[in-house]
C-alpha cells in the first residue's frame, strides 16, 4: 500500500517514497523534504503585506506627466484635416 504525502513546494498529493514531485519537479537537491508538509508553511507573512505600501513603493505616487504638449494636439488635429481633405478631394 502506497502511502501519500503532501510536497511542501506545490502542496500536490505524491508518493511517500517519491525523490521528486511530478507536478512542480521540486526535490531533495534543491530544498524539498518528505518530512516537512505543505500544512507547515507559516502563512504569516501573506497576512501581513501591505498591498497599499507595495504599490506606492514600485510604481511611486503618479507624479508623471500625462498631458500631450499643445503642439502635439495641433499637430495631429492638422494632420487629421488635411486626411480628410485629401478624401474628399481625391
Not at 524539498?32 to 505616487?61: H, K
Amino acid at each position: 500500500m502506497t502511502h501519500w504525502t503532501a510536497c511542501s513546494h506545490c502542496g500536490a498529493e505524491i508518493s511517500s517514497s517519491a525523490s521528486f514531485c511530478r507536478h512542480c519537479g521540486s526535490s531533495d537537491a534543491d530544498g524539498w523534504r518528505v518530512d516537512s508538509p505543505s500544512s507547515e508553511i507559516d502563512s504569516q507573512e501573506d497576512e501581513e503585506f501591505d498591498y497599499d505600501s507595495f504599490v506606492e513603493d514600485e510604481f511611486g505616487n503618479n507624479d508623471f506627466v500625462t498631458q500631450t504638449s499643445a503642439l502635439w494636439r495641433w499637430v495631429a488635429i492638422a494632420l487629421l484635416v488635411l486626411f480628410f481633405m485629401g478624401l474628399l478631394y481625391f
